[in-house]
């Protein structure tokens, strides 16, 4: 016998069609989004029902419609929020971690729910997370913390707190402590002309825990100090 969840589920997927109408697909997704807020392990169940059918038709959705997106990255944000299995299936199955990153350094008009969807992906799975962005751009932490820095400057700093947060998830990974540690010291004997933001990390670091007025960002910088401490390599 199908079970109400399953009813449920067979009913959302068909109604978040790319086909469908688009006043349909946003009611659609306000409901989809609602089940995905509780943190009694309900949203994970609904996110895997039916061999995560739920789950692939968001990711499909948001794949398929930019439309869409601040709808289905809040709703990925809030499954992957308090369920690992979401989170897994997201980085395995789709490619929304890619776009949440291209829609922040891109500042595209949902970067700001995108930006919470790598911070929950990045605390379950920092070093997935880690390959996919730098399948796309080699130095994306520069690109990163290139974002936070013009978000400093212009006065707009809650706009990337959440890429602040997503930094320290990734600066656990011994090779991002390295990175940011190392660059700034290979970078030392470059002409200053030749010397950018993006290859020099650790001093942008250094500068948002002091040029930073809101309390998030320079606690971010200063959570990144933190684990670059920690390393062994000795690099601060």
Excluded: W
Aim: proline share 3%; glycine share 6%.
């Amino acid at each position: 016998m199908t079970t109400d969840l399953e009813v449920n589920v067979d009913d959302l997927v068909k109604l978040l069609s790319p086909t469908m109408s688009l006043i349909v697909r946003r009611k659609t997704m306000e409901i989809v989004t609602q089940l995905g807020t509780p943190l009694d392990g309900s949203a994970g169940k609904y996110f895997q029902a039916q061999d995560f059918a739920l789950g692939r038709a968001i990711c499909q959705l948001c794949e398929a419609t930019a439309s869409d997106r601040t709808e289905t990255l809040a709703a990925l944000t809030n499954y992957t929020s308090g369920s690992i299995e979401a989170a897994d299936f997201v980085l395995e199955h789709s490619k929304c971690v890619e776009i949440a990153y291209t829609s922040v350094v891109t500042n595209a008009l949902y970067s700001s729910v995108a930006s919470r969807l790598l911070v929950n992906v990045s605390r379950h799975f920092p070093d997935r997370v880690d390959q996919k962005l730098k399948a796309r751009n080699a130095d994306y932490i520069g690109a990163l913390l290139a974002e936070i820095k013009k978000s400093v400057e212009v006065g707009d700093e809650d706009r990337a707190k959440f890429v602040g947060f997503t930094l320290v998830n990734l600066s656990t990974l011994s090779p991002i402590r390295r990175y940011i540690g190392g660059a700034a010291g290979e970078n030392e004997s470059s002409p200053p002309s030749t010397t950018t933001t993006t290859n020099r990390p650790l001093p942008t670091v250094c500068e948002l825990l002091t040029t930073a007025k809101t309390t998030e960002i320079r606690e971010c910088a200063a959570d990144i100090l933190r684990n670059l401490a920690f390393d062994d390599g000795g690099l601060l």
